[in-house]
Antibody, heavy 116, light 108 residues
């Protein structure tokens, strides 16, 4: 079974950028679609972005389209989320998850705080 | 994009049966998945693809679907089932995903 470990979260000023990483182990990372899902403090889950197994197709929620870029390096078993033009409303725990709509494996999350 | 609607909170007496509902147009086309999230933890998949349970999920969890409404049923709720439950599905575009707002289950 795959294990996922996110990193890269932190405090960033509005308008700034941050890159999240999600390292996979224990299974064939390159066989699976992957996604980022976030959860603002005290709020519900929000799908952010998804990427197909080969990396050729990517999808974004309207709330992040044009600001966030999802990518993967199958040679490094790692998923990325490049976030730019960050806003206060992007403050959340960011989870990476295995799957494209059914998310059967989740990481423990990394916290992103956008504040001046 | 589509939306999925859940009741904010539901309660159940220990050992009794409870149903959590999820409503949205996308459910007419796509099976929902259900996730359990306890405080401070990542979500856990409990039901997917039309009443399928991942390994390790107790068989007291089941779901059903009718039209635009899906229902997660816990038969004989246990104290450890107290959590927030989320549904999700593909939205009308197929390639995007939508989550319900979550239902906080209290086991009395």
């Amino acid at each position: 079974e795959m294990q996922l470990l996110e990193s890269g979260g932190g405090l960033v000023q509005p308008g700034g950028s941050l890159r999240l990483s999600c390292a996979a182990s224990g299974s064939t990372f390159s066989s699976y679609a992957m996604a980022w899902v976030r959860q603002a403090p005290g709020k519900g889950l929000e799908w952010v972005s998804g990427i197909r197994a080969g990396g050729g197709s990517t999808y974004y929620a309207d709330s992040v389209k044009g600001r966030f870029t999802i990518s993967r390096d199958n040679s490094k078993d790692t998923l990325y989320l490049q976030m730019s033009s960050l806003r206060a409303e992007d403050t959340a725990v960011y989870y990476c998850a295995q799957g494209d709509a059914i998310f059967d494996i989740w990481g423990q999350g990394t916290v992103v705080t956008v504040s001046s | 994009s589509s939306e999925l609607t859940q009741d904010p909170a539901v309660s159940v007496a220990l050992g009794q049966t409870v149903t959590i509902t999820c409503q949205g147009d996308s459910l007419r086309s796509y099976f929902p998945s259900w996730y359990q999230q306890k405080p401070g933890q990542a979500p856990v998949l409990v039901i997917f693809g039309g009443n399928n349970r991942p390994a390790g999920i107790p068989d007291r969890f089941s779901d059903s679907n009718s039209g635009d409404t899906a229902s997660l049923t816990i038969t004989g709720a246990q104290a450890e089932d107290e959590a927030v439950y989320y549904c999700n599905s593909r939205d009308s575009t197929y390639y995007h995903v939508v989550f319900g707002g979550g239902t906080k289950l209290t086991v009395l």
